[in-house]
């Protein structure tokens, strides 16, 4: 099984900042990466797929860059509803494998 | 719009079984596969099972192997997912999910998820 890791666990960022965040997978997916966003108690939102391309409606804001086993989530501005939880999930092997998810919260 | 419908939550014992099930409208539901995904309380995601957009293709997590099993109408537009000998650990609510298309995309829709609860 692919090993999906997120870091860092939590992310203390102030509105306009940028964010950064990690996914590493124990070995190498290609491509097959997406990023989702989550909510309290709402479903995932599927952010970036194919590790750089934006979702329809995604704003630009956000960007997706990576491939092999290295992969980045990157955030120009963050903007108040931002906020959540964000997971990696790599779609190359099975079973499909989810990190354990990156928080981004408010400074 | 597209939009997935999951039912069947609830309440069973340990050891016990359930019946999931997703209605899907809005787009040519045989031509996609889909998956469940599952999230205890308090935690992350679990890809639980996927199946291929004509059925003859499934997958599971080692965590369900053998208990669950993954199944689908393209007739009824319906997702389903049998759940056997179902444990504590098996609390979650369970959402379905669309594939983006050519398996390896992620998934672009979500249900909004069926809650179910394994207790004595």
């Known amino acids: 099984e692919v090993v999906m890791t997120q870091s860092p666990a939590t992310l203390s960022v102030s509105p306009g900042e940028r964010a950064t965040l990690s996914c590493r997978a124990s070995?190498?997916?290609?491509?097959?990466l997406a990023w989702y966003q989550q909510k309290p108690g709402q479903a995932p939102r599927l952010l970036i797929y194919?590790?750089?391309t934006r979702a329809t409606g995604i704003p630009a804001r956000f960007s997706g860059s990576g491939s092999g086993t290295e992969f980045t989530l990157t955030i120009s501005s963050l903007q108040s509803e931002d906020f959540a939880v964000y997971y990696c999930?790599?779609?190359?092997?099975?079973?499909?494998?989810f990190g354990q998810g990156t928080k981004v919260e408010i400074k | 719009e597209v939009q997935l419908l999951e039912s069947g939550g609830g309440l069973v014992q340990p050891g016990g079984s359930l019946s999931l099930s997703c209605a899907a409208s809005?787009?040519?539901?045989?031509?996609?596969?889909m998956s469940w995904v599952r999230q205890a309380p308090g935690k992350g995601l679990e890809w639980v099972s996927a199946?291929?957009?004509?059925?003859?293709?499934?997958y599971y997590a080692d965590s369900v192997k053998g208990r669950f099993t993954i199944s689908r109408d393209n007739s009824k537009n319906t997702l389903y997912l049998q759940m056997n000998s179902l444990r504590a650990e098996d609390t979650a609510v369970y959402y379905c999910?669309?594939?983006?298309?050519?398996w390896g995309s992620g998934f672009d829709y979500w249900g909004q998820g069926t809650l179910v609860t394994v207790s004595s």
């Open positions: 194919d590790a750089s």
């Open positions: 809005g787009f040519t539901f045989s031509n996609y596969a």
């Open positions: 999930q790599q779609c190359n092997n099975w079973p499909r494998t």
């Open positions: 999910a669309k594939d983006k298309g050519n």
């Open positions: 070995q190498s997916v290609s491509s097959n």
């Open positions: 199946i291929s957009a004509g059925g003859g293709s499934t």
